[in-house]
């Protein structure tokens, strides 16, 4: 019977997640959930002074509004616990323990200006990068003496001599010659692990099957087979690895923090919603095998395949996520808009949350629904609907003072205070008559400056719908306000 396939994202989480974090994750996710399996959350905190418990807790926050809901792993525990790597320490000593038991590992005794000075060494004399293997068979009397002196060893893996290969699930057969891979340290000198060891003795006791991870560790995965060997497994039980194409930014760079990758809470704070950033991210570089622009988490996850992931970089597009998002918008119920919407008001300060109030946004959020591609949006838009007065944009302020648009609301102001039926139908009927039809005025020259002196901004939801919400007091006060 095939192994049940048991995925893991395990970031260092020394910041908020980054896009390539959570490509990583939502692959992860969209695998294990594919075939019945498990996803694995880990925390990769063995450097607890850049990883800190503030980022860990943003992390799985990140993970819960994404919707990559994980199996094994921070809040929902697991079998193979702990899954943070911070409280794994002993299970790591004791492993390095006992590939020095067995011969896998020797402690080296170098310290750092000694091996910076023999790198240099090897500079000059054009030789390969690396540790030279120095300390690989050192004497009883030699070992007396390092101790003796007070250094303190780090533990190091041999690397025997020859080729790791293994098929890449992406990018097919991949060798690395052990010359270019040096015995590498898995221990400091103060006992903490390094990656290599941490990341490897995991990915076994976790019996994780599949490896999906960003390129950029590629070179280390000779090292951790190593690691596996050492462990004592069997190579038909190693994970399968699928190293996943850079994603790339805009200027084909890889994409970094100098070329605009943002962390994800930057898109969150913009009002990107997380079922947008997952579709957009799917299909950056995995194909369902059409060239659909939308899919929803049900459908990544029946369609997902690793076979299906592009092996080139994928270039990262700021528009086209945009466009997703406001396809995203667009699609959901007043209820969900609304629910999303709240939060984003509440924070810019246009509302506390009473129930008018929510009442009043309920009304408005469908005649911005159209128009938005980032929910962030909904502040400028629903503001006019909570102030007392607006403060007109400055761009418009010079449009509003010619006489043409004083004329205007003049005109404006005649035909609807003596309205006695206040809603969009009536008060647009109203202006009609008298600005388009009366004046053959053109309706943006007509409208215009109403809208301006109801919103302050020339870009608005639907202007009389707007007055309608806003209420005839109101409006024909802020014309009025806007008259010189
Ligand atoms: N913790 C590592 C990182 O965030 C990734 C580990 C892995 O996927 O193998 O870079
Ligand atoms: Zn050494």
Known sequence: MAREVRTRFAPSPTGDLHVGNIRTALFDWAYAKHTDGKLIFRIEDTDRERVTDEYIARAVETMRWLGLQWDE??????????????????????????????????????????????????????????????????????????????????????????????????????????????DFVLMRGDGSPLYTLAVAVDDVLMKVTHILRGEDLLSSTPRQIRVYQAM????????????????????????????????????????????????????????????????????????????????????????????????????????????????????AGVIKGADKEVALVKRALPLIQERIARMKEVVPMLRFLFVDSVEIELDSKGKMAEESAQHVLEKTLGVLEPLDVWSHESIEAAMRAALIEEMGLKPRVAFGPVRIAITGSHISPPLFESMELLGKESSLHRIRAAKI
């Open 73 to 182: 792993g921070p809040e929902v525990g697991g079998p193979y616990g702990p899954y943070l790597q911070s409280q794994r320490l002993a299970i790591y000593t004791e492993w390095a323990e006992r590939f020095l038991a067995q011969g896998d590992a020797y402690r080296c005794y170098c310290t750092p200006e000694e091996l910076e000075a023999r790198r240099e060494k090897q500079r000059e004399l054009n030789q390969a990068p690396g540790y030279d293997g120095q300390c690989r068979n050192l004497s009883e009397s030699e070992i007396s003496r390092f101790e003796a002196e007070g250094r303190k060893p780090t533990i190091r893996m041999r690397m025997p001599d020859g080729e790791t290969r293994f098929s890449d699930l992406i990018r097919g057969e991949v060798v690395f010659e052990h010359k270019y891979v040096p």
């Open 232 to 347: 004592g497994v069997k190579t038909e039980d190693f994970p399968f690895f699928a190293h996943l194409p850079f994603v790339m930014g805009q200027d084909n760079a890889k994409l970094s923090k100098r070329n605009g990758e943002v962390s994800i809470a930057w898109y969150r704070e913009e009002g990107f919603l997380p079922e947008a950033i997952c579709n957009y991210l799917a299909l950056l570089g995995w194909s369902p095998g059409d060239d659909r622009e939308n899919i929803s988490m049900e459908e990544l996850v029946q369609l997902f395949t690793v076979e299906r992931v592009n092996s080139s970089p994928a270039r990262f597009d700021m528009k086209k996520l945009e466009a997703i998002n406001g396809d995203k918008i667009r699609a959901l119920t007043l209820e969900d808009f609304l629910a999303r919407a709240l939060p984003f008001l509440v924070q």
